[in-house]
C-alpha cells in the first residue's frame, strides 16, 4: 500500500461504492488529480449496499432526471461491457385495475422523457416471461433497455478505481474509516483517519446507509434512513445450465405486490441457478439508523445485511407464488436470504450537492446502483462548472429547510417514503401524511374555520381552497366541471375554480406566507445583486421599486426566478417556498466566492404575506387603509412599494400580480399578521386558495414557475421572460445570454397550448396532471429539438375562465406556430391540443376580460 498522503486537492469518502467510484472517474475525465479515496470498508465494498446490490436497472420513471440518470448509467456500463439489455417486463394482475392505470401512466411518461417501453399482451407477457400464470395478468409494459450490471457493480466499481490508480490520479486506501472533518473558517480543510490525516481542498461523502454518520461530524443530518429490503433466493433453479448466462429471461416488476422477481442465470455464474425475489414493505418498514449499524465484525453476514424472518414476506409471498407458482416449487434458500439495507429519502430524492455549513464539503446519498455512474457525472460536473447539463434542483442538498433536517422529521418522512418505494401508484399532487403542521400563519385558525383544504410546502400549511366558499358553486357550477375521473380529481377541490371566478368578478385575498423571503445588507449589497440578477438592480431610480428578475449560470440558463424589493439600506429577496432555500444558500457562496462585503439573513419566518386582487382590489383595500388616497393610480405606480397602515399595523404593499388581476401582495411581521386579515375580512372581501394562485389563475395569464417551467435545460429568452434591453452592468451569464439574443431564433421556445378535445373514449372529460409527451400528428412522435430536449407539458392546469385544459411546454422552433395542432398523451390515450401563444402571452386580459381561445 501507497504511503498514505498528507493532502489531496479531493477526498472522496465512500470510494467503494459504485457511486464513490464513479464520482472519482468523472472527476479524472473532467480533468481533476490528486485525488484520495477512503472507505471503511475493502475497495471496492465488501460490506456496503453495493456488495449486496440486485443490480438490475429499469429505466421507467415519472421524472425526468431520474430517466436522465438512468439512462447514462446504462450507457457507461455497457460501454464497459458490463450490462446485459435484458429487457424488463411491469405487470398488472387481473382485476387490479389501479396499476394497469399506473402503467398506462408509466408509458405516457415514457413517451415525455424519451424511454422506450411499450405495452405487452398476457400473452406477450407469458412468451417474455414463461414462469408466468398468464390468466394472472391483464397487460403491462416491456422496457427494452432494462437489465443488469453484470457480474457485478462491485466488480464495476473495482474496475473504475484500478483505472483511476493506474491513470496516477487517484489514490486508495481501504479499511480507512474517516474519523472526524477538520474544518476552519466555514471551509473543509481535511480528513482525520487513523493512518493520519489528510488536508483537503474538497471532501465528497458518498458513504451510502453511513453518510448521515459523516454529515454529523460538522453538525449537519441528512434526510436519509437505510431501510430493510428483503432479498430472498429460491432453488436450484438450472434453466440456463450451459449458457454461461448471468441472466436469462427479462427481469419481472409485480409492484402490485410490491416486489420483483428474476433468474439469476447459469448455475456456474456468480450467483446462478436460482430465482431472486425481491420485496418493499407497505406497513411496517424497518428503519435503521445508521448509528445502529453493526460493525463487520459484529455482523453475521455483513453491517449492510441483517437477518430475515420468514414472517416478514409469508403475505406477499404467497401472493407471488400465485403469480409466478415456481416458486413454491422450488426449494426457500433460507441461508442465502437477507435483509439488504438501502436508503429511503425524506425528500423524494437524493441529497446531493454542496454542505449548507461548509463549503467545499459535498454529498451525494441515496443513490440506487442504477443512476450511479449518471450522478458521478452530475457531481463530477457541478464540482467543476458550478453547473450540471440538466437542471438538478429536485436533488439539491440546499433545497432543505432547516426543519427538514431534524432528526424527527427525517424518521417520520421516510417511513413514509419506505411504504411507497413501490406500491402504491404515487400522484403528482400526493401531500404528505408525516412532517405536517410545522410552519402555520398567524391566520391560520381563521382558515381552519373556513374549512381550509390544507396541503404543505415548504413546511406550511396552505389552504387550496374552502369549504366556506362551496355556496359560490352554485352561482358558477356550469363553469365548473366535475372531474369524473378519479385520478384526475384527486387532492383538487372543485370549490377552488368556483373561487377563481369569484376573484375575478370582484376580489380576493389569499394567504402567501409560505414565500421564502431573505435580507442582502451591507456595503456591497446593490454591487452583489447586480451581478447575480438580469435585471438592473442598481441606481437610485430603482430604490423603493419591486425589481422580478432571474439568476443566470455561466452558461446563460435560469437557474432562479424571484423578486428584489430595493430598500434605501438593502435588497430583499422574495423567492418561492420550494426555490428560496437553494438560492438562499446560492447568494451566500457568491458573495463569499466574489469577496462582497455583505450580510445574507433569513427572514422568512418573520414576515407572512397577504394578496389582494380582483376588479374591486383598490376599492376593498380603500376601506381599511389609514390613507385611501394613496392607493390611488396616481400615487401607486404598479411595481411600485410604499409602506401603508391596515388596523393600526405598518404594512408594505407591493403593486405586483401573479394572476393577472389588479392588488397588491401585502408583507407584514408576522405578529401583525392576524390583525391585518380580520381587517381586510371584515370588508366581507372572500378569501381564496393558493390553487387558484399557483395554477389555474397562473395558467391563464401565462406565467412560468420556477423549477417547472423554468429549468437550466433552457435560456432566458426560450422562456420569453429576456426584458427587451440588456443593462449595461456585468452579470453573471450575461455573455452567453447575449450570443442568444443575437440568433435569429432560439432553438425552442415555451409555449402556451389547450386541449381542445379532452374527452378520452369512455366519453369520460379528462383534466390532465403531470408531464405529458408533446407530440407531431402526422408521426405520433415527441418532439425534439436540435439540442435533443424533448417537448413535455411542464405545467398544466384547467382554466375555468377559458374553460379549457391549458398546458406549458417547450417546443421546437420549427412547430412554434399559433394555430398549429399537436398531440398529447394521457394514460395511453392521445389528445388534440392547439398551439395558442408562443412565448408569453395570457389566455385572459382582465383588462377587457375577454379570453381569448
Known amino acids: 500500500m501507497a504511503e498514505f498522503p498528507q493532502k489531496a486537492k479531493v477526498v472522496i469518502i465512500g470510494l467503494g461504492g459504485i457511486v464513490g467510484a464513479s464520482i472519482a472517474h468523472h472527476l479524472i475525465e473532467r480533468g481533476w488529480d490528486d485525488i484520495v479515496g477512503i472507505d471503511k470498508s475493502g475497495i471496492p465494498t465488501d460490506i456496503g449496499s453495493t456488495a449486496h446490490a440486485s443490480d438490475f436497472c429499469y429505466t421507467t420513471s415519472h421524472d425526468y432526471l431520474s430517466v436522465w440518470t438512468t439512462q447514462y448509467s446504462i450507457d457507461f456500463y455497457e460501454k464497459m461491457g458490463h450490462y446485459a439489455r435484458i429487457g424488463g417486463l411491469e ?13 398506462k401512466r408509466k408509458l405516457t411518461s415514457a413517451k415525455a422523457f424519451g424511454t422506450r417501453a411499450y405495452y405487452v399482451s398476457p400473452a406477450e407477457i407469458k412468451e417474455k416471461f414463461p414462469l408466468i400464470e398468464e390468466s394472472m395478468v391483464q397487460g403491462g409494459l416491456f422496457d427494452p433497455d ?50 493520519g490525516t489528510i488536508m483537503a481542498d474538497h471532501v465528497v461523502v458518498c458513504a451510502g446507509i453511513w453518510g448521515r454518520l459523516i454529515a454529523e ?20 433453479y438450472n434453466e440456463f445450465e ?91 434458500n433460507e441461508g442465502h436470504s437477507f435483509n439488504g439495507l438501502l436508503q429511503v429519502s425524506a425528500a423524494g430524492g437524493p441529497s446531493c450537492g454542496e454542505s449548507q455549513k461548509v463549503r467545499g464539503l459535498w454529498y451525494c446519498v441515496a443513490i440506487w446502483v442504477k443512476d450511479g455512474p449518471g450522478y458521478g457525472k452530475l457531481i463530477a460536473d457541478w464540482m467543476t462548472d458550478g453547473r450540471t447539463e440538466i437542471d438538478h434542483a429536485s436533488i439539491d442538498y440546499a433545497r432543505f429547510y432547516p426543519h427538514q433536517l431534524e432528526e424527527n422529521f427525517i424518521e417520520s418522512r421516510t417511513f413514509e417514503a419506505a411504504q411507497k418505494i413501490y406500491f402504491p401508484a404515487i400522484h403528482p399532487r400526493e ?45 358558477y357550477g356550469e363553469r365548473v366541471p366535475v372531474r369524473e375521473n378519479e385520478w384526475d380529481n384527486r387532492h383538487f377541490w372543485r370549490v377552488s375554480n368556483a373561487e377563481h371566478l369569484a376573484m375575478s368578478e370582484d376580489c380576493g385575498i389569499v394567504n402567501l406566507s409560505h414565500f421564502y423571503m431573505f435580507d442582502v445588507e451591507g456595503p456591497d449589497h446593490v454591487a452583489l445583486m447586480e451581478w447575480i440578477c438580469a435585471a438592473k438592480i442598481g441606481g437610485d431610480a430603482n430604490i423603493g421599486k419591486g425589481i422580478y428578475t432571474h439568476f443566470l449560470d455561466d452558461e446563460g440558463m435560469v437557474r432562479a426566478d424571484l423578486t428584489v424589493i430595493r430598500m434605501a439600506d438593502r435588497c430583499r429577496v422574495i423567492d418561492g417556498a420550494d426555490a428560496g432555500p437553494r438560492d438562499f444558500h446560492y447568494v451566500k457562496r457568491i458573495a463569499e466566492d466574489k469577496g462582497f462585503n455583505v450580510t445574507v439573513t433569513d427572514v422568512a419566518e418573520k414576515y407572512v404575506t397577504i394578496g389582494i386582487w380582483g376588479p374591486n382590489a383598490r376599492a376593498t383595500l380603500k376601506k381599511v387603509v389609514a390613507d385611501p388616497a394613496g392607493l390611488d393610480p396616481d400615487n401607486f405606480a404598479f411595481a411600485a412599494i410604499k409602506p401603508i397602515e391596515i388596523a393600526g ?67 432566458l429568452i426560450e422562456s420569453d421572460l429576456a426584458r427587451p434591453k440588456v443593462k449595461e452592468a456585468e452579470f453573471r451569464g450575461k455573455s452567453k445570454h447575449l450570443e442568444y439574443k443575437a440568433r435569429e431564433h432560439q432553438p425552442a421556445m415555451l409555449c402556451t397550448l389547450v386541449m381542445t378535445d379532452n374527452v378520452d373514449r369512455s366519453g369520460v372529460a379528462r383534466y390532465p396532471v403531470g408531464s405529458l409527451p408533446v407530440m407531431d400528428p402526422a408521426t405520433g412522435e415527441t418532439l425534439v429539438d436540435e439540442l435533443g430536449r424533448r417537448s413535455y407539458t411542464t405545467s398544466i392546469a384547467y382554466g375555468p375562465t377559458i374553460g379549457k385544459n391549458i398546458a406549458l411546454a417547450f417546443l421546437p422552433w420549427s412547430y412554434c406556430q399559433v394555430g398549429r395542432g399537436l398531440n398529447v398523451d394521457y394514460f395511453g390515450e392521445t389528445y388534440p391540443v392547439e398551439v395558442v401563444a408562443v412565448g408569453y402571452k395570457p389566455l385572459y386580459d382582465p383588462e377587457n376580460s375577454k379570453p381569448r381561445s
Open 431 to 475: 401531500p404528505y401524511a408525516t412532517g405536517r403542521n410545522v410552519k402555520r400563519s398567524p391566520f391560520y385558525e381563521r382558515e381552519v374555520e373556513l374549512g381550509g383544504y390544507f396541503m404543505e410546502l415548504g413546511g406550511w400549511e396552505r389552504a387550496h381552497g374552502y369549504k366556506a366558499n362551496e355556496h359560490l358553486l352554485e352561482k
Open 649 to 715: 399595523k405598518s404594512v408594505t404593499a407591493f403593486r405586483i400580480s401573479y394572476v393577472g388581476e389588479q392588488g397588491w401582495e401585502l408583507h407584514m411581521k408576522y405578529e401583525d399578521g392576524l390583525s391585518v386579515w380580520d381587517a381586510l375580512r371584515s370588508t366581507g372581501v372572500m378569501a381564496f386558495g393558493v390553487e387558484t394562485y399557483a395554477n389555474s389563475r397562473r395558467m391563464e395569464k401565462s406565467l412560468r414557475l420556477q423549477n417547472a417551467d423554468l429549468l437550466t435545460q433552457y435560456n
Open 242 to 332: 450451459g449458457t454461461g448466462k448471468e441472466i436469462g429471461f427479462p427481469l419481472l416488476r409485480d409492484q402490485g405486490n410490491s416486489a420483483y422477481m428474476r433468474d439469476t442465470g447459469d448455475p456456474k455464474t456468480t450467483e446462478g441457478g436460482q430465482i431472486e425475489w425481491g420485496y418493499y414493505e407497505t406497513t411496517n418498514p424497518r428503519l435503521c439508523h445508521p448509528r445502529d449499524i453493526l460493525e463487520k465484525h459484529e455482523a453475521r453476514l455483513s453491517p449492510s445485511q441483517r437477518d430475515l424472518e420468514m414472517e416478514q414476506i409469508l403475505e406477499p409471498l404467497e401472493r407471488a407464488m400465485e403469480l409466478t407458482p415456481i416458486l413454491g416449487e422450488l426449494g426457500y
Open 217 to 236: 461530524m460538522v453538525g449537519e443530518d441528512l434526510p436519509v434512513m437505510p431501510v430493510d429490503h428483503p432479498l430472498t433466493f429460491f432453488g436450484p
Open 91 to 103: 405487470v398488472a394482475r387481473t382485476g387490479d385495475d389501479t396499476w394497469m392505470e399506473e402503467i
Open 146 to 195: 432494462a437489465g443488469l450490471v453484470i457480474p457485478r457493480s462491485q466488480t464495476v466499481a473495482g474496475k473504475l478505481v484500478d483505472a483511476g490508480e493506474k491513470a496516477g490520479k487517484l489514490k486508495v486506501f481501504g479499511n480507512t474509516p474517516a474519523k472526524s472533518l477538520i474544518v476552519e473558517n466555514g471551509r473543509i480543510k481535511g480528513v482525520v483517519t487513523h493512518r
